[in-house]
């Protein structure tokens, strides 16, 4: 089984320019996030998603945007990356949200922005 | 605030036990996860407190305690592959996960 597979795994990307991480999962999740995960910090919630349809921020939206279109799909998009947004980018689904139900992770997505 | 404590690095011998301890302040809170994570790979589910007490999952266990604000993880017989980072996080009232930053249990043999 599949789960969540996220693309591409790397990236380097020149400061400036537009990039769309892409997430898909097969579990039929309503809630999906993404994540970004930095040495000595937390995991910390960009954007999130309860249900197809609806988007959400999280505690650093800035300079990010996702849509849901459909339950499967949760790209996140950079506009116009800044080094500052180098990072590994993860993201994750659980079945509902406003549970305790348990997080499951794609493999990440390295961005390096130059 | 809210706000997650976790010790940054931890070293200890494989066969023997470790704890690593995790001390939360949250705004209402819906249970404590602990999620264990390889170098370079997701992390992955581990256990899941809201009661008081200890759950035991074969080598490892989580205890919670809400009064204190305080949880623990506890490995038991340690192997190498247990070498990597445990995360944990608490849910606030709004089912919102707060991590702490991890902590790097590295195993010796």
């Known amino acids: 089984t599949a789960g969540i597979t996220q693309a591409p795994t790397s990236q380097i990307l020149a400061a400036g320019r537009s990039m769309t991480l892409r997430c898909t999962q097969d579990?039929?999740?309503?809630?999906m996030y993404w994540y970004r995960q930095d040495l000595g910090l937390g995991l910390r919630l960009i954007h999130y998603?309860?249900?197809?349809?609806?988007?959400g921020k999280g505690e650093v939206p800035d300079g990010y945007s996702v849509s849901r279109a459909n339950t499967d799909d949760f790209p996140l998009t950079l506009a116009s990356a800044v080094p500052s947004q180098t990072s590994v980018y993860f993201c994750?689904?659980?079945?509902?949200?406003?549970?305790?139900?348990?997080?499951?992770f794609g493999e990440g997505s390295r961005l390096t922005v130059l | 605030g809210q706000n997650i404590d976790q010790p940054t690095e931890m070293t200890a011998t494989e066969g023997a036990i470790v704890q690593i301890n995790c001390t939360y302040q949250?705004?209402?809170?819906?249970?404590l996860f602990w999620y264990q994570q390889h170098a370079g790979e997701a992390p992955t589910f581990l256990s899941y407190?809201?009661l008081d007490g200890l759950e035991e999952k074969g080598r490892f266990s989580s205890f919670l305690s809400r009064s204190k604000g305080y949880s623990y993880l506890l490995l038991k017989e340690l192997q190498m592959k247990d070498s990597a980072s445990y995360l944990c996080?608490?849910?606030?009232?709004?089912?919102?996960?707060?991590w702490g930053a991890g902590t790097k249990l590295i195993i010796k043999p």
């Open positions: 994750a689904s659980t079945r509902t949200s406003g549970t305790t139900g348990e997080l499951f």
């Open positions: 579990m039929r999740h309503n809630a």
């Open positions: 998603s309860n249900t197809a349809g609806t988007t």
């Open positions: 949250t705004s209402g809170f819906n249970g």
């Open positions: 407190n809201v």
């Open positions: 996080a608490a849910s606030d009232s709004n089912y919102q996960l707060i």
